[in-house]
């Protein structure tokens, strides 16, 4: 399946308790150059949430992540995402996510997830948490022996260590809640979460 995520080096991985936040979060990060936004199911207020961005927002690629269950592919579909990730693969998930027609990430962290993950069809996997799976180091180890799969790295990446992940040839995009944590967003800080997605837009390997 192709990745949608060609134009941009990062993804926001955001966990957003008021819908109201919704239009200003998702404003800040594309102007800041980020359009491709990962919603996580982890707040009653997620669906509603990418609901709205979809909706107010056409041009966002709003996606929905922390995906665990069958109905979660249906909901977030429902609500408008246009992309969905997993922090791992089951066999049900598997089918939802082919049946749900929508670029589909799912997780996978040892060298046989990876392959039954291929098996489904699938070559753009979540890498998740990436830090305490081996960072960098594990990704460059499996660039030779999974040609034509692709990762995207979350967890402890940052500012400091995206540019050295999006070095290696098998990672086009990394994710992570730097650009927008759920304190900044709590907070409303609107203009710092621009300035840091305007950077992280420009992150390109060293
Ligand atoms: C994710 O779901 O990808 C993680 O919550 C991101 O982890 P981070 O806070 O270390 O960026």
Known sequence: M???????????????????DAIPLAT???EGGL???EVTLRTPS??????????DLPHALVGAGTVLRTADVTAAKNAGAKFLVSPGLT?????????????????????????IAREFGFSFLKFFPAKEYGGVAMLKAWAPIFPGIEFCPTG???EANAAEYLALPNVP??????VANAEAIRSGDWAGIRERALRASKLRPP
């Open 2 to 20: 192709p990745q949608p995520f060609d134009h941009t080096p990062v993804i926001p991985v955001l966990t957003i308790e008021r819908v109201e």
């Open 28 to 30: 800040a990060l594309i």
């Open 46 to 55: 997620a669906l509603g949430v990418i609901e709205k961005i979809a909706r």
């Open 91 to 115: 066999q049900s998930l598997a089918a939802a996510g082919i049946a749900s027609g929508l670029p589909y990430l799912p997780g996978a962290v040892t060298p046989s997830e990876v392959m």
């Open 35 to 37: 359009n491709a936004l």
């Open 156 to 158: 402890g990446v940052s």
């Open 173 to 178: 995009v990394v994710g992570g809640t730097w």
